[in-house]
């Protein structure tokens, strides 16, 4: 079972505790307890082998494809954690009968995991004690320790450690055995290779041993085999003795840029043997100093509820998001899965944009700017996906690894059992409103930092060339004068093949009228950027001209006498089906149809137009808003992790807190539930980006509205306040939020506007507001 409440004091509601050892649902604790620093994240497997143990070690960007319909994916590099260990001559692994006071926690707040249990062999019982963590401060090394003691006799031990490079994505190999050696007798190197790709990994282990207290400074036997570099150690220890053995794991790579290289990957050993001197305990204080640093000083939101588990809840979320995010390279993204595991093949998904980079853009806009520089860098890759398909400007990839690739959705998903043919995914062909998605991401950051230089440089590219995209991609028709959007997918993925969703129609007019309005900007104001932009993207007065006349023509759905907004030209008419059998079980209507079949149901998968009232709420009236969710709500199972963060904002919105608030317990408990399956191939990323939403834009109310920050709370009954920091126009602001009033404190240097339940207020430095 997975506990969350075994924390007191200073780790309240930051402990997650498995306190039972299920071989057979290893995956559940793998994934929710990852470790990671956004450069790399290991997952939390067991030290020892089991058939269903998945170690999975991923370093951020570094994507290979395999060969034939074999996908662009992030490789699954050498496993460093794991170790074979022998007592008595007998190969140690758990199972149910022969463990007892079995403990794994991961603290949050340090970022360290802990595994404890005592171990009966046939005539021994053994205390292991487990911890490990991957470096906040250095984002290159992780390091682990393992203190074995014997209770009731003496006992003899072997330790088999080292780096183990046979490890695949699921049977894929993407690695070149390039290189294995020993340094200095102590020190193990592998290099290894993607085979596509070319990128060169550098990996080093060393190990520290401790035989109560003092260290033990006897040479290991190298091991040398295909694959792998060990070193193995002999001990025989009397009973009541503690054996430790303490492991130091560095990892670089050839694409490291210049912020986290090292000057001689083939040497990086040596940089290895200074940093272990230090020690465990020293290099751990170290990490939890600077995750503290970047993550909970700075970032941490406090929720006063009543029920405990939502500060743990959102604490979880806001530690994965800082595992998951690579902050230290403009080229690298979040994926689907952040870094815990092999789902989605580390690809990122318009689930950046729409439901990840809100936290960083109110929070950490270095970041957002970061990932947002990202798609900046995959222009060309747009471009070139625009011109394969007949278009113009830049038509963004649906899943994205490398930014120069462009699209890397697979053509190709699963066979079919009795047929043996290969499924076609349509996402990447169809499933276009990614282009303005990302255009959003830029206006949102614009709108709340005031980054001007980011706009020169990068924000009106990026808008300019999405513009021109969809100002070609609108078609005519013969039955009214107007332009459409035909044969996509919008974000309910149920519906295939339709035509006018309301989602991508009214984004792409948005992208282009929006796209003018900068363009007239940079014209008349900063004649530098026009002259730039118009020299290397082509844009013209006559481009823009058609750009808005065609903008004007899109067919936008507006609310009927009902005040319902058509999703589509057809949802409203499509077959309904008794869905009661497939509510709370996630995919179950998979069971029982194929998707050609579903998406002639009246059925969603996930928010549609729900989401369009997410990004623009302020168009519409909260009559509307009431009138399409109550429609559409019933008709959607919640299959995507995406969904219930969306509803529950929209739900506090209309004030139906009630239901706003079962909604956020069931995002909070996708991974963190008890369904022991829920995440073995990752953690729902974009869900704790929704997590955040939920308390941020939806309890505590912060809204942009254009470019004005408004603040609207409307608090549940379970919860009593809410405090937390951003960063709003390069100014740092706190704001707590309480059941009737709302205090604003700008902790920075310059004064800012907002607006309070309507009102506008200005805040100076070190000024509190209470409305």
Same mark, same amino acid.
């Given at each position: 079972m997975i506990l969350y409440n075994k924390g007191t004091g200073e780790y309240q509601n930051f402990l997650i505790?498995?306190?039972?050892?299920?071989?057979?649902?290893?995956?559940?604790?793998?994934?929710? +307890?990852?470790q990671g620093n956004g450069y790399m994240c290991i997952r939390g497997a067991a030290e020892e082998n089991y058939p269903k143990k998945t170690a999975n070690t991923f370093i951020a960007g570094t994507f290979n494809k395999g060969p034939g319909y074999e996908p662009t994916e992030l490789p699954n590099t050498a496993d460093t954690f794991s170790m074979e260990i022998i007592i008595d001559g007998k190969r140690f692994f758990l199972t149910e009968d022969n463990v007892m006071d079995y403990d794994k926690t991961l603290n949050l707040k340090t970022g360290e995991l802990t595994r404890t249990f005592k171990y009966q062999t046939k005539d021994n019982l053994i205390s292991f004690e487990f911890t490990r963590f991957v470096s906040a401060d250095n984002l290159h090394l992780a390091a682990q320790r393992v203190k074995i003691t014997p209770l009731n006799k003496d006992a003899q031990i072997v330790i088999i450690s080292g780096i183990d490079s046979k490890t695949t994505n699921s049977g894929e190999a993407h690695f070149i055995d390039d290189t294995r050696r020993f340094f200095e007798k102590r020190f193990i190197f592998t290099k290894l290779t993607t085979t596509q790709s070319k990128i060169d990994f550098f990996i080093n282990a060393a190990h520290r041993i401790f035989l109560d207290d003092v260290e033990d400074h006897t040479l290991p036997q190298p091991l040398m085999n295909r694959r792998e570099a060990f070193q193995k150690y002999s001990f025989d220890i009397s009973v009541g003795s503690t054996l430790t053995i303490e492991k130091y794991i560095t990892y670089y790579t050839s694409i490291d840029n210049k912020n986290v290289a090292c000057e001689d990957n083939e040497k990086s050993y040596l940089i290895l043997k200074d940093i272990m001197e230090e020690g465990y305990e020293a290099l751990l204080k170290e990490s939890m100093a600077a995750l503290d640093t970047k993550l909970w000083s700075r970032d941490a939101i406090t929720i006063r509820s009543k029920n405990e588990f939502d500060q743990l809840a959102i604490n979880y979320a806001m530690y994965h998001l800082f595992a998951m995010t690579p902050a230290h390279d403009p080229r690298m993204n979040i994926g689907a899965k952040g870094l815990s595991g092999e789902g989605y093949k580390g690809h990122a998904f318009w689930d950046t944009e729409v439901f990840l980079l809100p936290r960083y853009i109110v929070q950490n806009p270095e970041v957002a700017k970061s990932l947002i520089e990202y798609r900046y860098h995959g222009l060309e890759g747009a471009r070139k996906k625009a011109k394969e398909n007949g278009f113009e400007g830049a038509m963004f990839p649906w899943e994205a690894a490398n930014p120069e690739d462009g699209e890397v959705t697979p053509?190709?998903?699963? +066979?079919?059992?009795?047929?043996?043919?290969?499924e076609r995914i349509k996402t990447g062909f169809i499933e276009i409103h990614i282009t303005s998605d990302v255009a959003f991401g830029v206006y949102s950051y614009f709108n709340f930092t005031g980054d001007q230089?980011? +706009?020169?440089?990068?924000?009106?590219?990026?808008?300019?060339? *999405?513009?021109?995209?969809?100002?070609?991609?609108?078609? *005519?028709?013969?039955?009214?004068?107007?332009?459409?959007? *035909? !044969?996509?997918i919008g974000p309910d993925e149920y519906t295939e093949h339709i035509d006018d969703n309301a989602y991508t129609n009214y984004l792409a007019k948005w992208n282009m009228d929006y796209a003018v309005k900068c363009y007239n900007d940079i014209k008349a104001n900063r004649p530098e950027v026009y002259a730039r932009l118009a020299k290397k993207i082509g844009i013209t007065d006559e481009m823009m001209a058609t750009i808005a006349e065609r903008a004007s023509k899109v067919y936008i759905p507006v609310p009927g006498e009902d005040l319902i907004i058509d999703q589509d030209t057809t949802y409203r008419a499509l077959e309904e089906i008794d869905l009661t059998k497939y509510r709370n079980n996630v995919m179950g209507i998979l069971k029982d149809y194929n998707l050609d079949q579903i998406s002639k149901f009246k059925v969603s998968k996930q928010a549609d137009i729900m989401v369009l009232f997410l990004l623009f709420g302020e168009n519409w009236s909260n009559e509307i808003k009431a009138a399409n969710f109550n429609y559409y709500e019933p008709y959607c199972l919640h299959d995507s992790s995406l969904s219930f963060s969306t509803y529950c904002i929209l739900a506090n919105d209309i004030g139906n807190t009630t239901y706003s608030y079962e909604l956020f317990k069931k995002a909070t408990t996708i991974d963190l539930g008890q369904d022991m399956k829920s995440c073995d191939a990752g953690v729902h990323a974009a869900s704790y980006g929704g997590i955040w939403q939920c308390v941020i834009n939806g309890f505590a109310g912060l809204r942009m509205i254009g470019t004005d920050l408004h603040f609207n709370p409307r608090l549940p009954e379970e919860?009593?306040?809410?405090?937390?920091? +951003?960063?709003?126009?390069?100014?740092?602001?706190?704001?707590?939020?309480?059941?009737?009033?709302?205090?604003?404190? !700008?902790?920075?240097?310059?004064?800012? *506007?907002?607006?309070v339940k309507g009102e506008e207020v200005t805040l100076q430095n070190g000024l509190n507001i209470t409305r």
């Open positions: 505790t498995e306190d039972c050892f299920d071989e057979y649902n290893l995956g559940k604790t793998e994934t929710i +307890m990852c053509i190709y998903g699963g +066979m079919d059992v009795y047929t043996g043919e290969r230089e980011f +706009m020169d440089n990068y924000g009106y590219e990026i808008l300019l060339e *999405t513009a021109s995209f969809w100002s070609s991609r609108l078609e *005519t028709s013969k039955e009214d004068d107007l332009l459409h959007i *035909t !044969n996509v919860i009593q306040g809410i405090t937390f920091n +951003m960063i709003y126009k390069g100014q740092t602001l706190k704001a707590k939020i309480e059941k009737e009033e709302i205090t604003l404190t !700008n902790l920075g240097e310059e004064t800012v *506007t907002v607006f």
